[in-house]
């Protein structure tokens, strides 16, 4: 291993897990949700690997994610989900790129940057139906429709998808899924009535894709699953498998005495002579701080819990009696295979998700691909 830490992303997971999610879908087409960086997996791979795992549209946050995307020669639909006055819309709308629209304005905007783009815009209309994020709320709704369709009758925009998202997918019967799903086919026969004819209708993320058959319409966009991480965690993994396996170098090792105070602040003590082992990745590199004296990694073999306090660009773990190696490899979290963590349960353990974990992954770990179909 040359680099101290390196992020391994098995690409043949990504296809498998798009593959699985395709199914769980039925006839309805996927959008993989690639913001982000690829939930931390690297965004030109990821979006690659979904699409030969059979996804026919791709989703990021920022028009310069779906810029990079075209960049590298990627030509399917490429929809961005978020609307900021400061974006290159024009940029976007000469790419060809989808954008989404949540009032009036933003339609009056994209219609605008079309104008001076020289080509349609291609819109989806995007309806708060009870998250209260993004979106059209049913108040705003209708000056929505009528703004995109005044601007699609000028020959600047058009509509190609009425789309919402959902705010409790993750907990399958809560009884707000009922009533947004209700608002979102009220808000698409406004929009049809209206003479609005979407292409695509949407609102399923990754929990609703696994887990709503009734919420699919034409198309899904799951985010996290893609990557092998469940949606729903109390419902196990669905048969997904984690894409991403974190790995640093075991940097040293040496014996201490019982009583040594390990790490900035002590927090760990030694109670016995003891062998410590230093493993060379730290918050620099997405391991959480909270993860202090918590967090556990496989060595050797086996399970040993973070020793102290997570520094910058290195932890300690304790040994006990263990022989180990300088230049070993320690697996931070991975699909689970060989007994070692998966970011899943690194999540539970640090109350958050696994969303988190992935994603945060610092810019200076090396992505390392296997699998790859391309140069
Ligand atoms: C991120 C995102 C998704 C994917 O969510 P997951 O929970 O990761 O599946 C879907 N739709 C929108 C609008 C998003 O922003």
Not at 338 to 343: K, L, N, R, S
Not at 344 to 365: H, M
Request: overall charge neutral.
């Amino acid at each position: 291993m040359r680099e101290p830490v390196q992020a391994r992303v098995d690409l043949d997971a990504i296809r498998a897990n798009v593959a699985l999610l395709r199914e769980r879908a039925g006839g309805a087409e996927t959008m993989a949700m690639v913001k982000a960086e690829g939930y931390g997996h690297g965004l030109v791979e990821a979006a690659r690997a979904a699409l030969e795992g059979g996804a026919g549209w791709l989703g990021v946050a920022r028009v310069a994610e779906a810029l990079r995307l075209r960049a590298a020669g990627i030509t399917v639909p490429v929809l961005v989900v978020m609307a900021t006055r400061g974006e290159p819309f024009e940029e976007a709308v000469a790419a060809g790129v989808d954008l989404t629209a949540g009032s009036g304005w933003q339609a009056r905007r994209l219609a605008e940057a079309a104008e001076r783009a020289g080509r349609p815009a291609r819109v989806h209309l995007k309806a708060d139906t009870g998250m209260s994020r993004g979106g059209a709320t049913m108040a705003d709704w209708p000056a929505t429709v009528e703004a995109a369709l005044a601007a699609q009758a000028a020959g600047h925009l058009r509509v190609v998808g009425v789309m919402s998202h959902l705010a409790c997918a993750d907990e399958p019967g809560h009884p707000s899924i009922a009533r947004q799903l209700a608002v979102f086919k009220e808000a698409v026969e406004y929009a049809e009535k209206a003479g609005v004819r979407p292409q695509v209708r949407h609102l399923s993320n990754s929990a609703a894709t696994l887990t709503l058959p009734e919420a699919r319409y034409d198309l899904v966009r799951p985010g996290i699953a893609i990557y092998g991480l469940t949606p729903v965690p109390q419902m196990g993994t669905f048969g997904l498998r984690p894409a991403m396996t974190l790995v640093a170098e075991l940097a040293a090792v040496k014996r201490v005495p019982a009583g040594s105070g390990v790490s900035y602040g002590h927090t760990y003590v030694t109670e016995r002579e003891t062998t410590l082992g230093l493993v060379a990745a730290g918050y620099g590199d997405g391991v959480p701080r909270h993860g202090s004296s918590l967090l556990e990694v496989l060595a050797g073999g086996r399970r040993r819990r973070i020793a102290g306090r997570v520094c910058m660009d290195q932890f300690v773990i304790d040994l006990g009696d263990d022989t180990a190696s300088p230049g070993e490899e320690v697996l931070l979290f991975g699909p689970g295979d060989h007994g070692e963590p998966t970011a899943q349960e690194w999540a539970q353990a640090l109350g958050t998700i696994s969303y988190e974990i992935v994603t945060r992954i610092g810019t200076r770990v090396p992505r390392v691909y296997s699998g790859a179909r391309w140069q």
